[in-house]
């Protein structure tokens, strides 16, 4: 890196942070020098990545271009299983070889390269595919870029752990968040003004997607990282279950993780609960990118700020956030206002920003309260009981949903504030 160079990062990452660089707390020497670089790495690498994210989303995006290529409903109804579970539950198996790199950065990048490769594979489908055999095939793709996700996500807090200092974590992850909700706002603008053929507008988007995926591998490859002896801890994934309860401070984050799952899976039925009022124009891809992207670029910069001075603050605060909208919408639907035009949009938009707090929190947390050689493990730990308990929260939403959405909702709401009250007792780890 030039002098020059040097000097546009260390000023950019002062405007951006609000510190100056070697103010540190637990970097070494070597990586504290390199931290104004590392920061705005980050920062580019995790924006394009976080824009792909949104332009491909399965619950809007694919299920709308799974709808247009003819694939059944069934199918279609897969496609939120997949991406989760896939991104979550094989990082058990994959933290133990993880942790035997001597640079991890090598495994986010070629997680996010794979990621580009499966977004292709998508386009090429839906292009050259139609009905039964498009679906599956989707699936597929989606499938291996869920698992490559894995790989990126196991890999990641462990190398932001080496190469930024914890005061200025939650900041990485909130700029980026907010800065790749922009790019999706501008694309849900596009999807509602109509101006572009919305085939071709979502085709194009999921190649943007690709790009950005082989684009953010190539410059996380480029982050000074420090080598460190590779440790060979054994190859049974399931062992590490046992950090679970070793670890007491690891248990309660991840009860408190678990029961923060309603933040993510409610917003369907928010949208069922508008649709049953008759506001079926929220129903448009449109706008619900468009109410997601808003509340993420209006609320994660401040998220990041506050999970720096203390994440598990944040927790307990989003949990009570979630838990109040999801509360609003029930009392909406049952005064039957639901289905006017401001309702549906401010319920999810309030739920949303909840959300983001929850990725911003519970992301920052792990990292600070993670030993610094086992971060990969205890990432992998809680992604795989995540996983695991998404698919049963799912199952039994689904069941519950026979009584109403809004019996469903009434549960998210009270299991939030449950969620409130178990961060509340954990450790401060922000200090």
């Not at 994934?237 to 409610?266: C, H, M, N, Q, Y």
């Not at 928010?270 to 506001?279: E, K, N, P, S, Y």
């Amino acid at each position: 890196m030039s002098a020059s160079d040097t000097s546009f990062s260390t000023s950019l990452f002062e405007t951006l942070t609000g510190d100056a660089p070697g103010n540190v707390k637990e970097l070494s020497d070597s990586a504290a020098q390199h931290e104004p670089g590392s920061f705005l790495r980050h920062v580019g690498s995790l924006s394009m990545t976080k824009l792909a994210d949104g332009l491909i989303d399965p619950k809007l995006v694919l299920s709308w271009l799974m709808q247009a290529v003819g694939a059944p409903a069934a199918l279609v109804s897969w496609l939120v299983p997949v991406r989760e579970s896939g991104s979550l539950l094989p990082q058990l198996f994959t933290a133990p070889h993880v942790r035997k790199m001597p640079q991890r950065k090598w495994a986010w990048a070629a997680g996010s390269l794979i990621q580009g490769l499966a977004a292709a594979a998508i386009v090429v489908i839906a292009l050259t595919m139609q009905g039964m055999a498009a679906g599956l095939a989707m699936l597929v793709a989606l499938g291996v870029l869920a698992i490559a996700r894995s790989l990126s996500s196991v890999s990641y807090k462990d190398v932001l752990g080496k190469t930024v200092d914890r005061t200025r974590r939650g900041t990485t992850t909130g700029i980026a968040t907010s800065v790749s909700a922009a790019g999706v706002i501008l694309f849900a603008i596009v999807l509602m003004t109509g101006v572009v053929e919305r085939m071709s507008l979502v085709i194009g988007a999921i190649s943007l997607a690709a790009v950005l995926w082989v684009a953010a591998a190539a410059l996380f490859s480029t982050l000074r990282e420090e080598d460190q002896p590779g440790e060979d801890k054994g190859s049974i994934g399931l062992s590490e279950l046992s950090l679970l309860w070793k670890d007491a401070d690891l248990g309660k984050f991840v009860i408190a993780r678990v029961l923060l799952l309603p933040t993510a899976l409610a917003p369907p039925y928010i949208v069922l609960l508008a649709a049953q009022a008759g506001d079926n124009r929220f129903g448009a891809l449109g706008a619900m990118v468009l109410a997601s992207a808003l509340a993420s670029l209006l609320s994660s910069y401040i998220w990041g700020r506050l999970a720096d001075r203390s994440s598990r603050k944040v927790l307990i605060f989003t949990g009570l956030v979630a838990a109040a909208f999801l509360a609003l919408a029930v009392v909406l639907g049952w005064s039957g206002l639901m289905g006017t035009i401001w309702a549906s949009p401010v319920a999810l938009f309030g739920l949303m920003i909840g959300y983001q707090g929850v990725r911003l929190g519970r992301s920052t947390y792990l990292v600070d309260m993670s030993p610094k050689d086992d971060r990969a493990a205890y990432t992998a730990v809680s992604n795989t009981t995540v996983g695991v308990m998404l698919l049963a929260f799912g199952a039994a939403s689904s069941a519950l949903a026979m009584a109403g959405p809004e019996m469903v909702l009434i549960v998210y709401a009270g299991i939030c504030v449950v969620a409130s009250g178990v961060a509340f007792t954990m450790k401060e780890v922000s200090e």
